[in-house]
Nanobody
């Protein structure tokens, strides 16, 4: 039973930092792609950052390059998103997701989703 639980969201001022965590259970990271997505009410969900469960093939969307970093700790079964220099437009609900593949992580459809954690920059 795949389970993803996000944490670490909150309210932060522009220019501040947050680190999101996603505790995963029920599967082996090595066989999956992992990703962070975000969504603002009324807009489509946006793919923000992805990585193979082997820690290879890290990718981030252009709008967060140089500010956000995706990483994972296989020993802790946890995915992270370090977010620095946050901007107003980063305000969104952030979701952790997993896909049953380690290829095409930045384009593949994701199979499993967490409940999300709210990030508000204000």
């Amino acid at each position: 039973h795949v389970q993803l639980v996000e944490s670490g969201g909150g309210l932060v001022q522009p220019g501040g930092s947050l680190r999101l965590s996603c505790a995963a259970s029920g599967f082996d990271f090595y066989d999956y792609a992992m990703g962070w997505f975000r969504q603002v009410p009324g807009k489509e969900r946006e793919r923000v950052a992805t990585m193979a469960g082997t820690s290879a093939s890290a990718w981030v969307v252009d709008s967060v390059k140089g500010r956000f970093t995706i990483s994972l700790d296989n020993g802790k079964n946890t995915l992270y998103l370090q977010m620095n220099n946050l901007a107003l437009e980063d305000t969104a609900m952030y979701f952790c997701a997993a896909a049953r593949t380690i290829s095409r992580c930045s384009t593949v459809a994701y199979d499993f989703w967490g409940q999300g954690t709210q990030v508000t920059v204000s």
